[in-house]
């Protein structure tokens, strides 16, 4: 399975992975990816207001937890769950993932748009390279 394939898998982690020596993209290797998720996870943890209120969280900090989809799933979780809310009461939540969903779906699709077809005029592009005979590795 080459490097590509690997990134295709997840295009939103594949949007920070440097393939084909694309110096704008923070990630350089495979085992970076790892090393960003064990920076973010605490992060995310914090930023869903499930060990710290919300309510406490300065405007920056809340505005940039919407980013992650952990933010409105845990939000959600947390009502149903400990609150005893109803459904209609985490709708907000629930429609703000689903939006977050297609936002990053469409961004991933943009992101392959781009890899593949603007960056085949160049020469470095998947398709470019990709064939028969392609054994890229990483």
Request: aromatic content about 16%; overall charge positive.
């Given at each position: 399975?080459?490097?590509?394939?690997?990134?295709g898998?997840?295009?939103?982690i594949?949007l920070f992975y440097?393939?084909h020596?694309?110096?704008?993209t923070?990630?350089?290797s495979?085992?970076e990816?790892?090393?960003?998720?064990?920076f973010?996870?605490?992060?995310c943890?914090f930023?869903?207001?499930?060990?710290?209120?919300?309510?406490?969280?300065?405007?920056?900090?809340?505005?940039?937890s919407y980013?992650?989809p952990?933010?409105?799933?845990c939000?959600?979780?947390?009502?149903?769950?400990?609150?005893?809310?109803?459904?209609?009461?985490?709708?907000?939540?629930?429609?703000a993932?689903c939006?977050q969903?297609?936002?990053?779906?469409i961004?991933?699709?943009?992101?392959v748009?781009?890899e593949?077809f603007?960056?085949?005029?160049?020469g470095?592009?998947?398709?470019a390279r990709?064939?028969p005979?392609?054994t890229?590795?990483?």
């Amino acid at each position: 399975m080459t490097s590509s394939e690997d990134v295709g898998k997840f295009e939103f982690i594949g949007l920070f992975y440097r393939q084909h020596n694309n110096p704008s993209t923070p990630i350089h290797s495979r085992a970076e990816t790892i090393a960003a998720f064990l920076f973010m996870s605490p992060v995310c943890v914090f930023l869903t207001g499930f060990s710290w209120p919300t309510t406490a969280f300065p405007g920056f900090w809340k505005l940039f937890s919407y980013l992650f989809p952990s933010t409105f799933g845990c939000q959600a979780f947390i009502n149903l769950n400990t609150a005893g809310a109803p459904l209609p009461v985490v709708a907000p939540q629930l429609r703000a993932l689903c939006i977050q969903g297609v936002v990053y779906y469409i961004l991933a699709c943009a992101a392959v748009y781009v890899e593949n077809f603007v960056g085949r005029k160049s020469g470095q592009g998947i398709l470019a390279r990709s064939g028969p005979a392609s054994t890229q590795t990483d």
